[in-house]
């Protein structure tokens, strides 16, 4: 401390302990009701004060309760002494101070933690300068932590003079780690040494008229002892016979009286400094009340135990009427709003008993409030006032109101639900059960209200269940089961919720009915199951025997197509056959016909008879082998295995279209490329039917052909006419009644090579034919 003007100090707890052991044997002299005075020099922020403190008040407590404690804490820095009177410190500080028990001597504020009242009350914080100061008389203990100026040797004899003077009787100097050396001086004995603590006893001394000791006991008398034989020490010498002895004597008393009437004056100073900081310390606590109480909306009045009103918050006078003007005014005097006719005895009533009183009232304008009374106490048991104060609860009057009627809308709801319903808080007591429960369980409500539902739940035919109910309460999470009465054979839909309070709600729904339908439903299901296996059997066999006719028609099938196939193919063989013998033997058999007509007209000459009959049979010769070489195309055109499928559908709408005057449009990307022979043959005789068709029924003017190779490899084929048109389905359905087996034919060329052959005709709107061939599909076989 000193210059060094230290904010803060703190000391370990072990390192005082020592004072304690050898301060037990000077307790122990005190007298009943006496007081142990001590003082610490150079406190810092007050750790170790407050330290010494609670060690002295530990060893009071061990047998020594009638005396009482009284520190006085001094240091040289007005800063560290202001923090030392508020007694906040760290956690890490309060175990320092109090290591053993620190909630025994400290409480926590905030953060922070405040030395116990107990203990705050022993010190007293006052800044000293030991050099300069007078120094606390009739002391018991001196505990030296730092000590101010000792850079000459004059400071360490006036100090240890002033601690000397200090303490009373053989009183206790403890000095921790500071520069104050005691070595040379005859007032202080060493008693003792321990973790840097040095600890001494007050020697008694005789002074002489210079105030320099004579005589004294412990070592300076054993200095004396030994110096017998030479010169004394300068400091012992014999009291010479002075003149003017008892005048000298008589200021030597007076200055030490002096002394002490300073040191008493010091001690009045410290102890106006701490009340003065008291004082402070109330008026601030009172401002903050006062601040509170007019920045709340609480309307507080303060009343004496003459029912005079002596203070209230500014927000009373919205209620009532006071009288700045005349204070204190009795209460009766005083007009309010409140309907409250028991105001006046409810004041004498908390005045006689003590005993606060809560009532919820309204004033005039409608509004709500809750009173309380309370006693106000002074210093004795008795109440030496009373205070009222209110609060507006309009709004949550309104609330609980609204809530009121919720609660009775949801009871209302919940008894007209056929659904068992019971309400269970965490503590396992049943607060709410509707009707259905009731009839369900067989248990009247009001042995349900307020029991724990697992007793409850025990005594009915749902205990099975109780398990599961259980672990709802533990795990927070909802079940559902199925649950049965056997008495009653009633079947119910348990859900159990956890709710957000920590409690409960059981849902029981009567599922009997759908149990019912359900074993009728499985019943039903088993009786059905076993027709269907009978009725399956049957159809199994049913089955494979349809199989078996199907496998016997599609080998039928594939014969009548063989065979159809073979028609076709003998039937074009013939066609051929048919159309070399026409153009090769009956074509050049008229040809010869014609040339012998030829001579014998050229024979006839002059003969006009004659010539014209052979000019007819010319003419009919010549017609006959157009009609020959017609029928020769038409059977198997030779174009058709030369030049293939475009070439030889050219030249035949030419011929057809200059025959029928139809006008006939031919599109292909073929150009000259190849396909099969049996595609080529089928292709062409299809077309020649349509043509056949278009020229015989339709009365068309115009036929378009389309013929093109598709990307996904299929042949397409399309014959359109503007004609009038038909009913194709009809015609489809019943070709031979139709009599258009032409139709037929064409279907069933296409088949022959798998494609289809499909008609879109309505009733004058025209007629297309499309065929789709896949090219991979064609099957080989004779031309």
Not at 259 to 265: K, L, P, R, S
Not at 319 to 331: G, H
Not at 350 to 366: F, K, L, P, T, Y
Not at 501 to 522: N, V
């Amino acid at each position: 401390m000193g210059n060094n003007h230290r904010s803060e100090r703190t000391r370990d707890a072990a390192a005082l302990a020592p004072l304690v052991r050898y301060a037990r044997p000077l307790i122990a002299q005190k007298y009943d009701d006496a007081r142990v005075r001590v003082w610490v020099v150079g406190c810092g922020t007050g750790e170790p004060a407050y330290t010494v403190a609670i060690q002295l008040h530990e060893l009071l407590a061990q047998g020594h309760t009638r005396l009482s404690l009284q520190i006085f804490a001094t240091d040289t820095s007005q800063e560290a002494i202001a923090t030392a009177r508020q007694g906040m410190y760290s956690q890490s500080s309060a175990s320092q101070i109090a290591p053993d028990h620190p909630d025994a001597f400290f409480t926590l504020s905030g953060q922070r933690y405040r030395i116990s009242p107990s203990i705050r009350d022993t010190l007293v914080f006052s800044r000293h300068n030991p050099l300069s100061d007078p120094p606390f008389p009739r002391l018991d203990m001196i505990v030296v932590l730092d000590a101010p100026g000792l850079e000459a040797q004059d400071s360490y004899e006036r100090l240890l003079a002033a601690f000397h003077f200090a303490l009373q009787g053989q009183g206790l100097l403890a000095i921790e780690n500071c520069a104050l050396d005691t070595a040379s001086s005859p007032l202080f004995a060493l008693r003792g040494q321990e973790h840097g603590l040095r600890i001494y006893t007050a020697c008694a001394v005789s002074a002489s008229a210079h105030a320099h000791p004579l005589a004294g006991g412990g070592a300076q008398r054993a200095e004396s002892e030994a110096a017998v034989g030479g010169a004394a020490p300068p400091h012992i010498r014999t009291v010479p016979e002075l003149t003017y002895a008892d005048m000298r004597a008589t200021i030597a008393t007076l200055t030490a009286v002096q002394e002490e009437y300073q040191a008493f004056n010091e001690e009045l100073i410290t102890y106006n400094s701490e009340l003065q900081y008291r004082v402070d310390d109330l008026t601030q606590i009172n401002t903050d009340l006062q601040n509170l109480l007019f920045a709340s909306n609480i309307g507080t009045l303060f009343l004496n135990a003459r029912l005079q009103v002596i203070g209230a918050t500014p927000s009373v006078r919205s209620v009532f009427q006071l009288d700045e003007a005349s204070t204190p005014q009795p209460i009766v005097q005083v007009e309010h709003r409140l309907d409250y006719p028991q105001l006046l005895g409810d004041l004498q009533s908390v005045i006689d008993s003590g005993q606060g009183i809560e009532r919820e009232v309204a004033d005039d304008q409608g509004y709500w409030y809750l009173v309380r009374v309370q006693p106000y106490h002074g210093q004795g048991p008795q109440a030496s006032g009373v205070v009222l104060s209110y609060i507006d609860i309009s709004e949550r009057r309104q609330h609980q109101q609204a809530l009121a009627q919720e609660r009775s809308t949801l009871a209302s709801i919940l008894e007209s639900i056929s659904d068992a319903y019971a309400s269970i808080d965490k503590g396992w007591r049943c607060r709410y059960v509707n009707q259905a429960a009731e009839r369900l369980l067989g248990i009247d409500r009001s042995d349900m209200l307020g029991q724990d539902i697992r007793v409850v739940l025990a005594r009915t035919e749902l205990a099975p269940y109780l398990a599961s109910v259980q672990q709802v309460m533990q795990d927070r999470n909802m079940i559902v089961f199925e649950g049965r009465y056997p008495s009653t054979d009633t079947w119910v839909d348990v859900r159990v919720y956890p709710m957000d309070d920590g409690g409960m709600t059981i849902y029981q729904r009567d599922i009997t009915e759908r149990k019912q339908a359900e074993l009728l439903r499985q019943r039903s299901s088993q009786e059905l199951e076993q027709r269907v296996a009978v009725r399956t059997a049957a159809l199994d066999a049913a089955n494979r025997s349809l199989q078996a006719e199907a496998r016997a028609r599609e080998h039928l099938e594939q014969v009548r197509r063989e065979l159809l196939r073979g028609v076709v193919s003998a039937q074009e063989q013939e066609r051929k056959r048919l159309s070399h013998e026409l153009h090769d033997q009956l074509g050049q058999e008229i040809t010869a016909l014609m040339l012998g007509l030829q001579a014998l007209k050229d024979r006839s000459y002059g003969r006009g008879a004659t010539l014209g009959q052979i000019e007819q049979l010319l003419m009919l010769c010549d017609d006959l082998s157009q009609e020959v070489h017609q029928m020769a195309l038409d059977l198997r055109p030779p174009a058709l295995d030369d030049l293939g499928l475009v070439a030889t559908l050219t030249n035949y709408i030419e011929r057809w279209g200059s025959r029928s005057g139809i006008a006939v449009d031919l599109h292909s990307d073929l150009g000259k490329a190849r396909l099969p022979a049996d595609m080529e043959v089928t292709i062409f005789r299809v077309v020649q039917e349509a043509l056949t068709n278009v020229m015989r029924y339709a009365g068309a003017t115009h036929v378009g052909l389309l013929i093109e190779l598709r990307g996904d490899g299929q042949l397409l084929v399309i014959i359109e006419d503007n004609g009038i048109g038909f009913d194709a389905d009809a015609i489809l359905e019943n070709p031979k009644k139709t009599g258009r087996l032409g139709l037929l034919g064409m279907s069933e060329r296409v088949a022959q090579i798998g494609g289809t052959l499909t008609i879109e005709s309505t009733s004058g709107s025209g007629t297309t034919i499309f065929v789709q061939v896949p090219l991979e599909s064609i099957p080989s076989g004779p031309e």
